[in-house]
């Protein structure tokens, strides 16, 4: 044992000082080794976490997410989202689940805090924090075995919370937070090593979890079938002697049925289906994330054949480098296993300083994936150094160590050797097989041009995405949103118009341009159901509520018909009082078209009437250009009506150059009234690049695996390219010698490895229509003919980088007298 | 009569030296060398190794270019040419015959007998290439094996077959480093006879060799030490 050791630790030390004399070999390898492993662990651990590992809470197989959806007459379904009675039905009405966690989230402000924050406040029944086993820093969670519709107000902060609003106050338990006009007294404050579900979007953080019953679910929609919230998420602990499918088929024609009951009033659902979807919590909430991480798997793996090649390059010129050493320790008596023991230790040592650095890598990747694509990935949390990511580590090392041992291994000519030494050197000289020379070229090219091109693709249509014009004007402006405080009083009631009064004191701010009671064109739109009161044909347009300078001020343009008055306008608080059916409503080119018949002109809407639900009838007196949303590539159907005069949404346009800071807005919201609080304050410019965010992350992502892509393709085609050049020096002498100008020379070694090129792309074409025929459902929607100029492009760069790797290692031979090529063979 | 005996001049170097620089090094390589060939000439320079042998012949290749004096090959200056002319004459003015061969062992004897025609300035048609090779092969008895790849060959018949390679594009001269050095005694005494038998029949030829005995086989043999010319006795008798 002894022995094994002591002759090991000789390998090291011999490997070690053989590399000490090759620094830019060891550089090369370390470099393109460690950035690769590094990204690959990075991703591994990622695709890991996402699709393998349990979800970290007890019993989470048999945790599931309930959802509930709707199908329309002609079988199209709704997003799988709840209506607040048929979830409270569902849960007073099963047997199947032994703990039910219902969720509803919400943005408040927290009115009892000096700064006033907005928070991210969910609503969770009792059995919320046993189900996931929130570990406590401080205090209690809510207790399990209190009724569903207990109301005891009472708060548990997050530990990011509880440090950020609240200083650490060590005796935070006890006092109360307030929100709007509800006091919940703190129990508890959630761990630090909790891990929140991504239930209702990845990379979501709850900042204080409240009593479910004080959920702001309004009266009326809590007995309304028909109006789903996005907002109540519900999940469940299933019996172990249940399936999936099983609590599907026993929970779904209860809940129809009764749903049917609730919604027979409203011919609107004439023909309508609702079903219980029961799936795996975990599957739930990578849901369509799969694919992603996928992609990426498949691009990192793409990286590491181009390095592998290319590290493989470098040992095959190193083993030539070698050739005399390995010679000379052969004559002296060395064994083909004790020369293998060396190409270990030399390689063993090498991967051993990637693998350290590489894990340094992948630790900055986790830290700029959590912080970057949480919400593009959900997990992202969970994503660390783990034993999965150390063992794979080991894994992925030990098998390059292995492999390029036993590459350079294959690669001594044994034969050779012992020629080495009874020959002159001349002619035997370690010559690389023009077949391996050639297979790395021709692999290098294949793999380069597929990761090209399947990035470039994808980077270009993100950027398409982002580059898009809205069609609106949404430079210079902010988008302000008000919430109360607390109940008005009578007084306030009975006062001045709040909305009008606060619009004034903002015009007056002078770097105010101008401001209108609407909310901003990307603030998005709700879905309302409006029927068409001549032909009972119902749809779903996005509905926003907008003043009469909201279209002039975003210039959208009107293509028919008017904009609205001020005398549009309503004056009432809630309902539109005694004008029930004489509103007025615009409705976009979109909606417009499935209106009109083929053929008429858009004018034909105007007139036309809809039915809003209880809300009245509108008159169309206006038609508008649609406007895209940033990241989507349709623009759906869509209608306006007018804001009431007490509308605290607001759109504030500045003039040019200017900013408006929140204490700005606060200060004069408060001289006009203190029932308000500001919300929320963002530039549009802002929304604009939030809603941009996945096609981002994605042209992040893309471009820069490109960009690695065609590096480490130039590194390893000059590699393998000026090695052959090196190899072929005493030919491109002897040829300049018998008068071959350069560019001869150089016509030459382009001619001579351009088959390879050739048939490198021919494979790359092949894999490429391939992969489109394999996964052509997915691909659908960005293969097209625009994709020819760019697959173009991408052959011209790999060939442009191959024509470089031929030329550039020439310049030493051809730029210089012919003897410089031929010294030494002599 | 002087027009006539500068026509007759193959080679004319006068006062050329090379010099080395390696970082903080000078190495005089060459110094003031003087040499004239005429057509019709066999010469052998030999001397001791690091004499400048070598150094010698890479110049009146235009392998390399001398730090400084001028070079005349039949009448023209190629003392300062860029690196493409120096190949243009390289291959029309010079054949090379190099000690390990180096033929190309991707080339069948033909193609590498007809590479310098293939880089010639007026590219001869393939009907020309075809007789021009196998009459230079003829020249050194090897038209036999035309198809064969080099390292299906002996080391004598390829040293011939680089012989026929430098003979066919008609050079002024023939260059030739150390022809037996890679050689059995055989093989090289068969290379020295086919070199004497071209010098028989009016080519001119410069050889480098350590080999006393071969040296000998030239007309005219200069030494070289330190590189300068020790003796060049049978230059005066050419004069």
């Not at chain 1, 341009?513 to 032909?535: D, H, I, K």
């Amino acid at each position: 044992m002894n022995l094994f050791f002591s002759s090991l630790s000789y390998s090291v030390k011999q490997a070690y000082k053989s590399l000490q004399q090759t620094p830019s070999f060891v550089f090369s390898v370390i470099t393109t080794m460690s950035i690769t492993l590094g990204a690959l662990l990075c991703v591994l651990t990622l695709a890991y976490v996402m699709l393998f590992k349990p979800l970290p809470y007890p019993d989470a197989e048999h945790l599931v997410k309930v959802d509930h959806i709707m199908t329309k007459k002609d079988g199209s379904r709704t997003d799988p989202l709840f209506s607040y009675p048929s979830m409270m039905y569902l849960v007073n009405n099963q047997t199947l689940f032994s703990d039910i966690a219902l969720s509803s989230y919400d943005k408040q402000i927290l009115t009892s805090h000096t700064s006033q924050p907005t928070m991210l406040t969910t609503y969770v029944t009792p059995a919320w924090f046993e189900l996931f086993q929130v570990p406590m820093e401080l205090g209690r969670a809510f207790a399990k075995d209190v009724d569903i519709k207990n109301d005891v107000p009472e708060a548990v902060l997050s530990f990011d919370t509880w440090q950020q609003a609240f200083n650490n106050d060590e005796n935070i338990i006890g006092k109360t937070v307030r929100f709007r006009d509800v006091s919940f007294k703190v129990i508890g404050v959630s761990a630090q090593s909790f891990i929140e579900p991504q239930l209702i979007k990845a990379g979501y953080k709850s900042q204080v979890w409240l009593t479910w019953d004080f959920n702001r679910t309004s009266a009326r929609a809590r007995k309304d079938w028909g109006s789903i919230n996005e907002n109540l998420i519900f999940v469940a602990k299933l019996d172990k002697n249940n399936s999936t499918a099983q609590a599907e088929q026993q929970l779904s024609p209860s809940v129809n049925a009764k749903w049917q009951e609730g919604v027979a009033s409203d011919a609107f659902y004439d023909g309508w289906r609702v079903d219980i979807q029961v799936s795996q919590l975990k599957s739930a909430i990578l849901s369509n994330h799969q694919q992603s991480v996928l992609l990426l798997l498949a691009g990192v793996f793409g990286l590491v054949l181009i390095a592998c090649s290319n590290i493989a390059n470098l040992f095959i010129a190193r083993m030539a480098q070698l050739q005399k050493t390995l010679a000379i320790s052969a004559a002296v008596g060395a064994k083909k296993s004790q020369l293998f023991k060396l190409l270990l230790a030399e390689s063993s040592l090498l991967m051993f300083a990637s693998l350290m650095i590489a894990l340094i890598f992948a630790s900055v990747g986790f830290v700029v994936l959590q912080q970057n694509l949480a919400q593009v990935f959900p997990r992202v949390d969970e994503v660390v150094l783990s034993t999965f990511t150390l063992s794979s580590a080991i894994l992925f090392a030990t098998m390059f160590t292995l492999f390029f041992a036993l590459l350079g291994n294959k690669m001594i000519n044994y034969r050779a050797i012992s020629q080495h030494l009874h020959g002159s050197g001349k002619g035997v000289d370690m010559q690389i097989s023009k077949k391996v020379r050639y297979s790395l070229i021709v692999s290098q090219v294949a793999i380069a041009s597929v990761l090209v091109f399947g990035n470039l693709s994808l980077f270009t249509e993100a950027l398409k995405v982002i580059n898009e014009p809205v069609g609106v004007n949404t430079a210079n402006f902010v988008d302000i949103d008000f919430s109360t405080k607390r109940r008005p009083t009578q007084e306030e009631i009975d006062g001045p118009v709040l909305g009008t009064a606060i619009k004034n004191s903002l015009l007056a701010l002078p770097q105010v341009a101008a401001v209108s009671n609407s909310q901003s064109p990307l603030s998005g739109f709700y879905e309302m159901a409006l029927t068409n009161v001549a032909t009972n044909e119902h749809m779903l347009p996005g509905v926003k509520w907008i003043d009469e300078s909201y279209f002039q001020l975003i210039e959208q343009p009107l293509l028919a018909g008017d904009y609205f008055t001020v005398s549009d306008i309503r004056e009432g608080f809630t309902g539109p009082e005694g004008k029930i059916d004489n509103m007025v409503m615009i409705i976009n080119d979109t909606l417009a078209k499935k209106v009109v018949p083929q053929g008429a002109s858009l004018d034909y809407a105007l007139g036309k009437k809809f039915k809003m639900d209880e809300r009245g009838v509108f008159t169309v007196i206006g038609i508008v250009k649609g406007m895209k949303m940033p990241g989507v590539s349709n623009i759906p159907v869509r209608a306006y009506v007018p804001s009431s005069v007490h509308s605290i949404s607001m759109t504030v346009k500045l003039k040019p150059n200017q900013t408006l800071s929140r204490e700005q807005v606060i200060t004069a919201v408060n001289e006009v009234t203190s029932l308000f609080a500001l919300f929320s304050m963002k530039d549009v410019a802002e929304i604009h690049q939030q809603l941009l965010f996945s096609e981002r992350a994605t042209a992040i992502t893309t471009g820069t695996l490109a960009l690695l892509t065609i590096l480490l393709a130039a590194l390893g085609l000059y590699g393998i390219l000026s090695y052959s050049t090196q190899m072929r020096r005493y030919e491109i002498g002897t040829r300049l010698a018998l008068g071959a100008k350069r560019r001869d020379i150089v016509n030459l070694i382009v001619f001579d490895n351009l088959i390879a090129v050739i048939i490198g792309i021919i494979i790359s074409i092949v894999i490429l229509i391939g992969l489109m025929m394999a996964f052509n459902e997915q691909l659908e929607s960005i293969i097209n003919v625009s994709l020819l100029p760019l697959f173009l492009l991408t052959l011209l760069l790999i060939s442009g980088i191959a024509f470089n790797a031929c030329y550039l290692p020439l310049r030493t031979y051809i730029n210089k007298p012919a003897l410089y090529s031929l010294r030494g063979s002599e | 009569m002087n027009q006539n005996k500068n026509n007759n001049i193959a080679i004319k170097m006068s006062n050329i030296s090379k010099i080395f620089e390696t970082q903080a090094l000078e190495t005089h390589a060459l110094t003031d060398i003087n040499l004239t060939i005429n057509k019709g000439d066999y010469i052998s320079i030999s001397g001791p190794s690091g004499c400048g042998k070598s150094t010698l012949l890479s110049l009146l290749g235009l392998l390399d270019m001398p730090t400084s004096g001028t070079y005349f090959i039949e009448g023209e200056d190629v003392s300062q040419l860029s690196l493409d002319q120096a190949a243009e004459t390289r291959n029309s003015k010079i054949g090379f015959i190099f000690q390990s061969f180096n033929l190309i062992d991707e080339l069948s004897v033909f193609d590498n007998v007809a590479l310098p025609l293939r880089y010639h300035r007026n590219k001869p048609n393939v009907e020309t290439i075809k007789n021009r090779v196998n009459e230079c092969l003829a020249q050194v008895s090897m038209t036999h094996r035309t198809s064969h790849k080099p390292n299906q060959l002996s080391g004598g018949q390829q040293q011939r077959i680089a012989i026929a390679r430098a003979l066919v594009t008609n050079p002024a001269i023939l260059l030739v480093d150390e022809p037996t050095g890679n050689l059995d005694s055989k093989s090289g005494d068969q290379v020295m006879d086919v070199l004497a038998q071209l010098n028989e029949n009016g080519t001119t030829i410069c050889m480098v060799t350590h080999d006393p005995r071969y040296a000998d086989m030239a007309k005219i043999q200069l030494k070289l030490l330190d590189g300068a010319i020790l003796t060049v006795p049978s230059l005066q008798i050419a004069n």
